[in-house]
């Protein structure tokens, strides 16, 4: 006797409840499919999430179609100062120059799944329940979960991998940055004026995003130096992060630090039996261009709109095939747009640091190109066309 296929349990189920699974879920709500969203971590684990993320303007008209734009939690962003430390050559930003009221919008992690969270229906979402093992099959995919404890089998014509970003594995395509990023709060001496400020150290880049009345830092740093900076005291650190802005910006009390090891991981296909992955399991990236969860978000809205356009079977190849050529251009254009600053800024090779003092030069004295950086910060990948 063979065993019947389980009954199916949900169109689609989406694994992570974080900001792209969560935004995948709600954009699906109101369509025909039966989807189900969970997370290995209980409900509202995501307050205690330290990270401050810069959204862009883009970023901003896709959670607002879906009702969960945060307004009064967005900073916005009106300029960004960008810089080197021990090189000449600077350049400004400004969002006026661009005829927009802002660049982009610093929001706390937070912040943003709270008001995600908040459009979801409660019966959407189970949690603590991790995904254990996936067994895929021509006309469905059985995942097998701990919930609570308790071994589940959930079978769905697709599983939506959103689980943020992956282990070592041979679909993966990883590099190491050998960088770790420690994220804090800072209070600075005069009020910031939404002005972002971008330092390229020798170590690593170095952000102030404007967050509230303070800066979110984001600081990177190789491993040891990290583990470093978190032992110091609160004015130990402060003086450490005065001392790269050589007086710019002055810095008067700072919150708990955390930190992040750095990698670019790039999966290698996106669909297959069954499976599509997005965000931050598809494609990790450096944080130094703010690129990553607007990235995520573009991969949650079109697949989306897959999903929708084929409601009688969301699992097809076909479409899914489709949808993943068509993340290409998006996901690497940002990857190599990421890995390149990253590279060329995070050394202290003399002629590197000349070329980038002549890089910044030409960018303060270029319009156009001063454009371009600036849509990819306002737009993401639209700035390409
Ligand atoms: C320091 C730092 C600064 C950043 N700054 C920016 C920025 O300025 N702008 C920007 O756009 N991006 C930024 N990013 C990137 C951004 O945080 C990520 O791109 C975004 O969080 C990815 O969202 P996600 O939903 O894919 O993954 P995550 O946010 O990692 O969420 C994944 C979820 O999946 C759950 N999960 C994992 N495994 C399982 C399992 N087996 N079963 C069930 N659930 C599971 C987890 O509990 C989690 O809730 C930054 C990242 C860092 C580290």
């Known amino acids: 006797m063979t065993e019947a296929a389980p009954a199916l349990d949900a169109d689609v189920l989406i694994v992570g409840a974080g900001p792209v699974g969560t935004t995948l879920a709600l954009a699906l709500a109101d369509g025909p499919l039966r989807v189900q969203l969970l997370d290995r971590q209980p409900a509202g684990a995501w307050r205690r999430d330290p990270r401050a993320l810069a959204l862009s303007h883009g970023t901003r008209q896709l959670l607002e179609r879906l009702g969960a734009w945060n307004a009064a939690a967005a900073t916005p962003i009106r300029g960004i100062h960008v810089s080197q430390r021990g090189g000449f050559g600077r350049t400004r930003i400004d969002a006026d120059e661009h005829g927009l009221p802002a660049l982009g919008y610093v929001m706390r992690y937070r912040d943003l799944l709270a008001a995600l969270h908040a459009r979801l229906a409660e019966e959407r979402l189970l949690a603590p329940c991790a995904l254990k093992a996936v067994e895929p099959a021509p006309a469905h995919a059985t995942a097998t979960l701990d919930h609570q404890g308790e071994t589940r089998r959930v079978a769905a014509r697709l599983i939506v991998h959103a689980e943020g970003t992956p282990q070592d594995g041979p679909g993966l395509t990883v590099r190491d940055y050998g960088q770790h990023a420690v994220v804090c709060e800072v209070t600075p001496a005069e009020p910031h004026d939404n002005r972002a400020w971008e330092r390229f150290t020798p170590d690593g880049p170095l952000a102030l995003l404007p967050v509230g009345g303070d800066y979110a830092v984001v600081f990177t740093v190789p491993p040891d130096k990290a583990a ?25 009390a700072a919150g708990p630090r955390a930190s992040f090891p750095l990698s670019l991981r790039l999966r290698r296909q996106l669909a297959r039996e069954r499976q599509v992955w997005l965000g931050n399991t598809a494609q990790t990236l450096h944080p130094v261009s703010g690129q990553g969860f607007n990235l995520g978000l573009r991969d949650a809205w ?84």
């Open 228 to 252: 470093a900076l978190l032992a110091l005291d609160d004015a130990g650190f402060l003086a450490a992060l005065n001392a790269q802005f050589g007086g710019r910006a002055r810095l008067v």
């Open 302 to 385: 079109e697949l989306a709109e897959t999903l929708l356009d084929n409601p009688d079977d969301p699992g097809r190849a076909g479409p899914l095939a489709a949808y993943a050529r068509g993340r290409q251009t998006d996901r690497w254009g940002s990857a190599l747009f990421t890995d390149g600053v990253v590279r060329a800024f995070s050394n202290d090779l003399p002629p590197l640091r000349a070329l980038r003092g002549l890089g910044l030069l030409a960018l303060d004295a270029a319009p156009p190109l001063r454009r371009f950086v600036a849509r990819r910060m306002i737009w993401g990948a639209r700035a390409w066309l």
